[in-house]
């Protein structure tokens, strides 16, 4: 404004000399004001009008250019010469003011700055007053008023207790300002950042309690906080920064709003953590792109509004719980217990390293919008639990992790493709957590679920008692959509408890593959893949065509323990039947599987090169009969070595195994399972080849030749119904080798008193005869002829196991074992019915002629006597000789066919008296009729049960029932 453009002429317009004497007053007690070093002698100031200070932003305007066109320039008195008063000093242009304050008639205290570098900072004196100093000024003057003359009343520092309002309020212009202030702890603090860049540090007062309650509105570049070693209560403060906000020396402090968008939010140091906990107000929200805070207590922002880019070191000794709206980037975090929150549709958790302060007890929860990723550092915690909703389709992973943890649970929701991969450090429980609610799974809505581990993969159901009839109301395990596959790779073992279930979307070749060194299970197990598709629950015990596999503990056959797989009893091979002019048709039947299994597959090797390679998919179990008819040719029946076969008259062989449905495979070195009613018990068995899902040994043969050895059945070429062109004779009938006729030499014997059925005595020479054992294959026609032409027997086939090794490799079919001696006479002394090389007694009804025995010569005998006992029962007969008493020689009787070497030979054979004088020395016996007297040991049943009590039993034969035996 023009300073004379309102000088005018007026009546009531005091006089100019009045006004310039006034002025000069005025001007004189401006100056008189002024430090002595704001002047400087002979530099004349001019004035603009002062009553255009009144502004807060002009407090005083000091060397101006513009002049009084009325006046002459106004020079200072001298000291010694008063003078008519000068208006004062020019200043310097170097001084000019840069900051001003003023106490307002609202109440604020209001500290300005200009548009140039403002370093100001506001003190508290020793008694309590706050004052403000320029760092090129010195103090800045107060204005608090104006006095009777409209003139502003300035101090060196004020009250804080004068403040009505309790608040500071500081512009910091346009320039790049610093300002510091100890803040007294009657004012609150506004700092309005007016461009450039500005920093502001505040250092709490002392306040009641150690408790700073604090309103502070804050905005610069960066801000600093000293909370001077008390708790800060800050949910009425806005805190905003572009590139750092950092609080320090404090114990408790609670946030309000902040905002430190593109920089760094640092709370404590390493040094000096924070003395407590770190926690946020309600309602409020924190903006960062770094975070980074010590505390020793607990760390709680859970606001949903939060927007926290990135943790770069966070350490608390208490618990930690975050949340952000977007992704968040985790670098380094350690806490007792850590939970951290993303909760928008895009946000991911990228984990970095994330530990916890004990990993027996401490817990970390993840939970992301998007996904959960992590790098090669391993997570640290006890339980590990893992949301990830993937809402958005960018990626094939879900959560992906490195660990190193004891519980797991995990799920990812939505359809999108989310695959859970986790690589473990050492053993891992998964679908498991402290809170043993039952309710822990792995899951997927439409990914793969992958799981290494160093050491053991475990699986438990908490509870076991709502899993349903079907095992699917209460899976452990689930892998949804067109991703759903499962693989679990363990360093160790791997173990699933009773009622575990695993459920894989997927059906495709290996959709659940489980690897492991052992392979534990658990009652009602169960492997589920194309929701039915293929169901497995049993993998042991394995059957096997010789007996069971070793086991721990043994098993007891009688019990009747259900193998997996197949009933190895149930395997029956139908009597070759003419199929077209030459060939020749058989049938396989098997039962297979246990309640509740699907999609078996039946693979058979037929033995002969047509069509020699069968498999049979997505069987029923619940021990299905599978009826399986095949044709062989007549090429194949002449011309097959397949499977150990040696000539054209052998049985066809036939090899085959069971498995499970292709989606399921499980390989370990040793499979162990639970086995149900009427055995409680765990059982543990060795693989071999390692695949747990197949009776098969992979490590056999090759991919076209597949080698089957668990299955095996038999197709006896038959000696009559097919034409004769169907089989040569050279072939059917080989040519016969007849070993020489041994000599049997019969020696005198004298017997005064036997118990035989027989009353014929004889006196004769030594005489040659042939004896020896014979194996017929009988028709099923009750009628018919035999299948075969008799096959003479070795005459140590009675002897230990070769009787048992003789019907291991016959196949299935009706045979009888009879006793050749001399020409024509032939007695039956066994008959079996063999299935899967297993022999069943057909009858006990077996031959038992009479034995003649040789008298010495000159001895005479009371045939009459001997009629007689034999009339009246005392001697045994063959229905006898079948009875329960004890019979043989003892333990090894069964295996020892020759006459015991003892003096009780020669006892009587009624009464056991060796000392019988009647009693003749034998001097020789003949080996066959020493066999003869043997075969009733031969005669045990040769079940599964028998063999397991041959095998186990520390008692042998000795004082044993032997059913079936003949007393000569």
């Known amino acids: 404004m023009n300073p004379r453009a309102n000088d005018r002429r007026s009546p009531h317009r005091p006089s100019v000399q009045r006004v310039s004497w006034t002025l000069d007053r005025v001007v004189q007690s401006l100056i008189a004001r002024l430090p002595e070093r704001w002047l400087s002698q002979g530099t004349a100031v001019e004035l603009g009008r002062l009553d255009e200070l009144g502004s807060h932003q002009e407090l005083a305007r000091l060397g101006s250019d513009q002049t009084c066109p009325t006046r002459k320039p106004i020079r200072r008195p001298a000291p010694k010469k008063p003078t008519r008063p000068t208006y004062g000093r020019r200043l310097e242009p170097r001084i000019v003011l840069n900051a001003t304050a003023e106490l307002l008639a609202m109440g604020d205290l209001v500290l300005s700055g200009d ?9 508290t004196l020793p008694n309590g007053d706050i004052q403000f100093i320029d760092a090129n000024t010195g103090i800045i003057p107060i204005r608090v008023g104006e006095d009777a003359f409209g003139n502003p009343i300035l101090v060196d520092s004020i009250d804080p207790g004068v403040v009505a309002t309790g608040r500071l309020h500081v512009d910091l212009g346009a320039g790049d300002d610093q300002f510091s202030v100890d803040l007294p702890a009657e004012l609150d603090l506004t700092v309005i950042d007016g461009g450039g860049t500005d920093s502001v540090d505040v250092t709490v007062g002392d306040h009641a309690g150690n408790l700073a309650n604090l309103d502070l509105q804050i905005t610069a570049e960066t801000i600093s906080l000293d909370a001077s070693g008390q708790s ?3 949910q009425s403060s806005e805190l905003a920064a572009d590139t750092s906000i950092t609080i320090e020396n404090a114990i408790d402090v609670n946030l309000g709003n902040v905002d430190v968008g593109s920089g760094t939010l ?17 309602g409020t929200s924190l903006t960062a792109s770094q975070l980074d805070a010590w505390s020793v207590g607990d760390v709680e922002l859970e606001q949903t509004a939060n927007a926290i880019a990135r943790i770069a070191n966070l350490q608390s000794d208490g618990d930690v719980s975050i949340v952000s709206s977007q992704t968040m980037t985790v670098d380094a975090l350690v806490a007792d217990n850590i939970e951290l929150v993303v909760v928008g549709d895009d946000s991911d958790l990228l984990i970095g390293s994330v530990e916890v302060s004990d990993p027996t007890v401490g817990d970390v929860r993840l939970t992301a919008g998007d996904d959960i990723l992590g790098g090669n550092d391993e997570l640290l915690a006890d339980d590990l639990i893992l949301r990830a909703s993937n809402a958005t389709d960018d990626g094939p992973d879900a959560i992906r992790l490195s660990t190193n943890v004891n519980d797991l649970d995990a799920i990812v929701a939505g359809n999108n493709a989310g695959d859970l991969t986790i690589t473990e450090a ?5 679908a498991s957590s402290d809170a043993a609610s039952d309710a822990e799974v792995l899951q997927t809505g439409n990914g793969a679920i992958r799981v290494t581990a160093g050491g053991t993969i475990s699986i438990d159901d908490s509870d076991s008692n709502n899993d349903g009839a079907g095992l699917v109301d209460d899976q452990e395990i689930i892998a949804g959509g067109d991703r759903g596959r499962i693989d679990f790779q363990a ?6 408890g009773d009622s575990v279930q695993l459920a894989a979307a997927d059906t495709s070749a290996g959709a659940v593959t489980v690897s492991a060194t052992q392979v534990v299970l658990g009652d009602d197990f169960e492997i589920n893949t194309g929701d039915g598709v293929g169901v497995a629950r049993r993998f042991g015990p394995r ?11 043994v098993l007891d056959p009688e019990l009747g323990i259900e193998t997996a797989f197949y009933d190895i009893d149930s395997v029956q091979t139908s009597i070759l039947e003419q199929a077209n002019a030459n060939d020749a048709e058989g049938v396989l039947s098997v039962d297979i599987g246990v309640a509740g299994e699907n999609g078996l597959t039946l693979s058979i090797d037929w033995g002969a090169a047509t069509n020699r390679f069968e498999e049979l998919t997505d069987l029923a179990g619940d021990r299905t009969r599978v009826d399986v008819a095949h044709v062989y040719t007549q090429s194949d029946i002449l011309n097959s070595t397949l499977n150990g076969r040696t000539g054209a008259t052998e049985p066809l062989a036939v090899r085959f195994a069971v498995s499970h449905h292709d989606s399921i495979v499980i390989t370990g070195d040793s499979i162990e399972q639970t086995i149900p009613d009427p055995m409680i018990a765990t059982v543990s068995e060795p693989v071999p080849g390692g695949l747990v899902t197949s009776t098969d040994n992979p490590n056999t043969g090759s991919a076209l030749t597949p080698v089957y050895e668990s299955g095996r059945a038999f197709f006896v070429i038959p000696r009559i119904d097919v034409p004769v062109a169907f089989f040569p ?16 030499l019969t020696s005198v014997i004298l017997l005064s008193d036997v118990d035989f059925e027989t009353a014929e005595a004889s006196a004769s020479a030594i005489t040659i005869r042939e004896e020896y054992f014979q194996l017929r294959m009988l028709s099923p026609d009750p009628n018919g002829d035999d299948l075969i032409e008799p096959v003479r027997l070795p005459e140590n086939v009675l002897q230990g196991d070769r009787l048992n090794d003789l019907f291991a490799g016959l196949p299935d079919g009706a045979y009888e074992i009879e006793y050749v001696i001399g020409d024509g006479d032939q007695r039956t002394i066994l008959r079996v019915d063999l299935r899967g090389g297993q022999p069943k007694i057909l009858s006990d009804d077996l031959d038992a002629g009479l034995l003649k025995l040789n008298w010495l010569e000159g001895e005479s005998v009371d045939w009459n006597a001997l009629e007689a006992d034999a009339l009246e029962g005392n001697l045994l007969d063959a229905d006898e000789s079948n009875s329960d008493e004890p019979r043989g020689n003892g333990a090894d009787s069964d295996q020892d066919l020759s006459l015991p070497d003892d003096p009780s030979a020669n006892a009587d054979p009624r009464t056991g008296d060796a000392s019988n004088p009647n009693a003749a020395a034998v001097e020789s016996v003949s080996p066959v009729a020493a066999a003869a007297s043997a075969i009733p040991v031969a005669l045990v049943p040769f079940s599964r049960a028998s063999r397991f009590w041959k095998r186990t039993s520390s008692q042998t034969s000795t004082g044993q029932n032997v059913p079936g035996e003949c007393q000569p």
């Open 491 to 496: 360093g160790d073992d791997f173990i699933a």
């Open 115 to 123: 548009g140039f570098v403002d370093e100001v900072s506001a003190n």
């Open 232 to 234: 800060l209560d800050l």
């Open 266 to 282: 640092t709370v404590g140091s390493t040094g000096q953590p924070l003395g407590g906990e770190l926690t946020q107000a309600a």
């Open 426 to 430: 050492d053993s891992i429980r998964l």
């Open 543 to 553: 059957p096997d065509p010789d007996e069971l596999q070793p086991t721990t503990p």
């Open 729 to 744: 004779v050279r072939d059917v009938i080989p040519e016969p080798v007849t070993p020489p006729p041994p000599v049997q």
